[in-house]
């Protein structure tokens, strides 16, 4: 769990870095996010949180989700953690919920 959240920090923090913000470095995220951003204001924050979880920018092509999704899903199958410790295979089961759910809104928003 403590990964996930470490890998999806991170993300956010890449993305929301590169652009100028009266915020300092080591501001929250959530208050990174609040600021007004173009593109992510088009969004929900719902949405924002899917785009972190395939590690994607916000507004990346559906394809390139589809790629994403299944790249994570191989490297954080529950099956290649079989022998792991229970922590990390919690961690794993966890991390594939997060990446179908963000795969299924993506794909029934396609679908629209």
Do not use: C
């Not at 099956?79 to 919690?90: F, G, H, I, L």
């Amino acid at each position: 769990m403590k990964e996930l959240f470490h890998r999806v920090g991170r993300i956010a923090r890449s993305h929301f870095s590169s652009k100028e913000s009266p915020l300092p470095p080591d501001a929250p995220l959530w208050e990174k996010q609040t600021q007004a951003d173009p593109v992510t204001a088009q969004v929900s924050q719902e949405e924002v949180q899917y785009y972190a979880n395939l590690e994607l920018p916000v507004g990346a092509s559906f394809d390139a989700i589809k790629r994403q999704y299944r790249t994570l899903l191989q490297r954080y199958h529950p099956d290649r953690y079989a022998k792991a410790p229970a922590e990390k295979q919690a961690v794993a089961k966890q991390v594939t919920v997060q990446l179908n759910a963000a795969y299924e809104y993506f794909q029934q928003k396609h679908r629209r």
